[in-house]
């Protein structure tokens, strides 16, 4: 494993004292070489990581297999429920390598070919070995290269292995870019053998989330999970990566069939016109309110602070609206993967997202707009009514009782102002929770009965300073195998018997 100098650690700001404070919105952080080690690991948790993700396009199972140990240590040690996530490759179309591997230019208005091949590449003929996509082009095709940094247009097709392109946007090409090709249907799925490989180890390692990419329908993920079952492994929650335009034209059956989404900004605005992208982002963040599902705005948010210790204004605008817009949780990408300051990265994302959400107003309002999430299931009723008595009571937190989690995604999903303080008895459901917005998880063992459980959460909600004797809170649950537990909700007193009840619903 290649040793990585260890940073500079400078001008790091206010650490995150209370958690019952910190930022409610969530932040994934990409894991690589700059953000490997011990020291970085523990610091970034320390500024406010809660979810760490493993890009499957590089590195091997050991260098994951290590940072997966190491992330569970650490978090272990400093008591923090902490995600894990296996971000899936997919079907990813790259040039070849080049002749010599050195660059080459490709001129505005010249012709060049496309040609699938194992060979290396010139600046006449340029290869990839996706037979599937010269098979697809057809005369008129766009190409694009390096995020749309290079554009090709398909003119001619001389053989079934070759395309003829005009250059219509030049420039020096490098070897193993990308190529999207938006205009032209793929017909191959979005899991690979190389997918099928990564997510067995990541399943056998028991991460918490698995990310799929080049989501185009919800098939697609009922072929991740038919694989998955075929194999005797429980299904973990599935996020649908929205990069590919055609995932727009079946987003309610893709919501369906994931446990969450991502918004893949930076594929999006390659495949769609950029401008599009801003309002494709909104449109998704309701879609998935609408469907109480979490959903992960990604890419470039604070792309400049990989070499800067400073983001630019336009960054820290674009991670404010997305915290405005309603996100659940934000990416970094190579901004802590390679970038020079991994944590100086993630704390000066916690602090524009506590910022935007102490000034944030609307934020306030969310649990009265009923009509946003509608169900006539009962356990929609308990999450409304929580929301919105936690407003009427001032409470300091609202606590929630759960072996599955899916009440307190509900009542996250509402956004009321207190935090989420979620009570469950797994490892697992735990650190699932630590995607959610406003979810402080905590794992106690259940008891048979509602008052002994709550005496056993006022413990450990009292050990690790969450809250303090006096605070008034609000405790609700679902289904729960607990006597007198399950749908209802109280309000009760930190170091005080329940003092009134709503009532059991």
Not at 441 to 449: G, M, S, V
Request: charged share 25%.
């Amino acid at each position: 494993m290649t040793t990585v100098k260890e940073p500079k650690r400078q001008n790091l700001g206010a650490m995150p004292t209370n958690p019952i404070v910190r930022n409610r919105a969530k932040i994934i952080a990409t894991l690589g070489p700059a953000s490997c080690s011990d020291a970085v690991i523990r610091d970034m948790i320390a500024a406010g990581v809660s979810v760490f993700r493993l890009n499957m396009s590089h590195g091997d199972h050991e260098t994951h297999q290590a940072n997966i140990r190491r992330v569970r240590t650490i978090a272990g040690e400093s008591d923090r429920a902490i995600g894990i996530m296996a971000d899936l490759q997919g079907p990813k179309l790259r040039t070849g390598e080049l002749v010599d591997h050195v660059p080459v230019l490709l001129e505005e208005g010249a012709t060049v070919a496309l040609k699938a091949s194992e060979e290396p590449g010139t600046a006449n003929t340029i290869t990839t070995d996706s037979h599937e996509l010269i098979e697809a082009l057809i005369p008129g095709s766009s190409v694009l290269i390096n995020d749309g940094m290079l554009r090709l247009k398909v003119t001619e097709k001389p053989s079934g292995d070759t395309v003829l392109c005009e250059v219509i946007q030049g420039g020096e090409l490098n070897e193993r870019k990308g190529i999207n090709v938006p205009d032209t249907p793929l017909t191959f799925r979005a899991l690979t053998d190389k997918d099928k490989e990564d997510v067995l180890f990541a399943l056998r390692e028991q991460v918490d989330f698995v990310a799929l990419s080049f989501v185009r329908c919800a098939e697609d993920i009922q072929d991740l999970k038919t694989f998955i079952t075929e194999n005797r492994f429980e299904v973990p929650p599935i996020i649908a990566k929205i990069e590919k335009p055609q995932a727009l034209d079946d987003i309610d059956r893709i919501l369906e069939e994931s446990f969450a989404l991502m918004v893949a900004r930076g594929d999006l605005g390659v495949e769609l016109s950029a401008e599009r992208v801003p309002v494709i982002q909104k449109r998704l963040i309701e879609k998935a309110t609408y469907q109480e599902k979490p959903i992960i705005v990604a890419t470039q948010m604070l792309e400049s602070m990989i070499t800067s210790l400073h983001p630019s204004r336009a960054e820290v605008s674009d991670v404010a609206n997305a915290v405005f817009d309603g996100a659940d949780a934000l990416m970094l990408s190579g901004e802590t993967a390679v970038g020079q300051h991994p944590v100086e990265v993630v704390n000066m994302m916690r602090q524009v997202i506590e910022e935007s959400e102490k000034h944030y107003q609307s934020l306030q309002s969310r649990p009265h707009e009923a009509s946003s999430i509608q169900s006539p299931h009962f356990h929609h009723t308990i999450a409304h009514a929580a929301s919105y008595a936690s407003i009427k009571a001032n409470v300091k937190a609202i606590v929630v009782l759960s072996n599955s989690g899916s009440m307190a995604q509900r009542i996250s999903k509402l956004k009321p102002p207190p935090p989420i303080v979620a009570l469950t008895q797994t490892d697992a459901v735990c650190n699932r929770m630590s995607l959610l917005w406003g979810v402080l998880p905590l794992k106690i063992p259940f008891a048979e009965t509602t008052e002994e459980t709550l005496n056993r959460g006022e413990e450990q909600l009292l050990k690790h300073k969450l809250l303090t004797i006096g605070d008034d809170v609000l405790f609700c649950a679902g289904q729960t195998h607990i006597l007198g537990a399950t749908n209802m909700i109280k309000f009760f007193t930190i170091g005080e018997a329940v003092k009134s009840s709503i009532g059991i619903l």
